[in-house]
């Protein structure tokens, strides 16, 4: 017999955006249930975070459970293009106002310390759970619930519902929401490895490394290095690229990185022990971020790339927007969804999408390469690159299209 409960509010996913929700819901003292599929902690990528979400951690009252972890410090980036052209940001230098240092962390223990910071202010989190099927229109919203452990099902019942499912995206499979993203398809291989990369290599452990292709600027590798001595290493390229490599993940990732001549010295001693991975065509769009009783966080809505590493903060603001805009609602006040959650949202999002684009087309790649660039364009960059991309007093945020033709225009005489 299926049984029935009941939440004020049930939110799907237990990840960043998830955690960071049900945390924030926890100080406004609502009943809150996490839905989680897997069981904590497991793998997920999206490791290195940005500055800008290092203000949703302390928000949500989990900067302590964070900075006790012992992830790895993480104050900016590098960028490498074959083994002269070189440049890096530094995040503490930047034109926004806010933090300017993060973590590099392996998301399976981040997300548990988060969602562990989430269970401790009172929420509950049920793992092994899978969404079945969503009533949102019902003046009672309802969701059919199987538990994969003992596999049975049960509804819950609540007054609103949070996707934060991430590439999951539980709610726009089952409410037929998605639609095809703008961007190509494109892939990542990606592993962890041991890399043993020497103390007097150059390498500075407290930035990420980004590198472009030698020869194809629309390819571009990610090296995070972790606390443990480990890096998480991954390319990134359409789909009809990787399929040029054969063999195993490991044997095309690795190919992959021998035509990097930066990554191939950098990894000389590295010991490649895990496994691979791949993953296809994963931006992603929606018709709706929000209906009459749901609202859909961080990847759940829209992914974009991973090149800056920009899902996480996303989600994280995600999770704040709808956490106040719920709040009202749910004492009673008029809530306008798009005006108070997407709308803001989206700002930011169009913002790095823009970036994002400038990148595979090249131009914000030439620029962030060139070398007579001053130091305010430095610190407009770095902004972006931190996360900040919901600060309009920042020029390319406020209209990047507009800034990126000026400066390509610049840069190109």
Not at 61 to 79: H, I, T
Not at 244 to 273: C, F, H, I, S
């Amino acid at each position: 017999m299926q049984t029935t409960q009941h939440a004020e509010v049930v939110i799907i996913g237990a990840g960043p955006a998830g955690a960071i929700a049900a945390a924030l819901l926890r100080q406004q003292g609502r009943q809150v249930l996490v839905l989680e599929r897997e069981t904590f902690p497991r793998f997920s990528i999206g490791e290195s975070l940005l500055p800008q979400s290092m203000a949703y951690i302390e928000e949500a009252g989990l900067l302590q459970d964070v900075v006790e972890a012992g992830f790895q410090y993480k104050n900016g980036a590098v960028f490498a293009r074959g083994l002269d052209a070189t440049t890096f940001f530094d995040f503490r230098d930047k034109w926004a106002k806010g933090w300017g240092t993060t973590y590099q962390v392996q998301r399976g223990n981040f997300d548990k310390v988060l969602a562990d910071g989430a269970a401790r202010a009172g929420a509950q989190i049920r793992y092994q759970q899978t969404v079945l099927a969503a009533d949102v229109d019902s003046d009672t919203p309802s969701l059919r619930v199987k538990d994969n452990a003992s596999g049975d099902e049960y509804t819950v019942t609540c007054r609103f519902v949070l996707d934060a499912s991430g590439f999951g995206r539980v709610l726009p499979r089952l409410l037929d929401l998605e639609t095809p993203s703008a961007f190509p398809v494109r892939g990542a291989i990606f592993t962890h490895v041991e890399d043993r990369i020497a103390v007097n290599s150059g390498f500075d452990r407290n930035k990420i490394l980004i590198t472009t292709h030698p020869e194809h600027e629309d390819v571009w590798y990610w090296t995070i290095p972790f606390s443990n001595g480990h890096c998480s290493l991954g390319v990134v390229a359409e789909s009809a690229f990787l399929a040029r490599y054969p063999g195993t993940e490991m044997e095309r990732l690795q190919a992959a990185v021998a035509e990097a001549p930066n990554l191939k010295a950098l990894l000389a001693d590295a010991q490649w022990n895990i496994p691979a991975r791949q993953i296809t065509g994963y931006a992603a769009n929606v018709k709706s971020l929000y209906g009459k009783h749901f609202a859909l966080l961080g990847n759940a809505g829209e992914f974009l790339d991973p090149v800056f590493s920009s899902g996480v903060t996303i989600a994280m603001t995600s999770a704040s927007l709808a956490a106040k805009a719920l709040g009202r609602m749910l004492d009673g006040e008029t809530v306008d969804w798009s005006a108070d959650y997407a709308v803001p949202l989206k700002r930011g999002v169009d913002a790095f999408r823009a970036f994002v684009t400038a990148w595979y087309d090249g131009r914000f790649q030439k620029l962030i390469y060139f070398k007579g660039k001053n130091d305010d364009i430095r610190r407009m960059i770095s902004s972006i690159l931190a996360g900040y991309a919901w600060d309009e007093s920042n020029p390319c945020v406020r209209a990047p299209e507009r800034w990126l033709a000026a400066l390509d225009s610049a840069v190109s005489m």
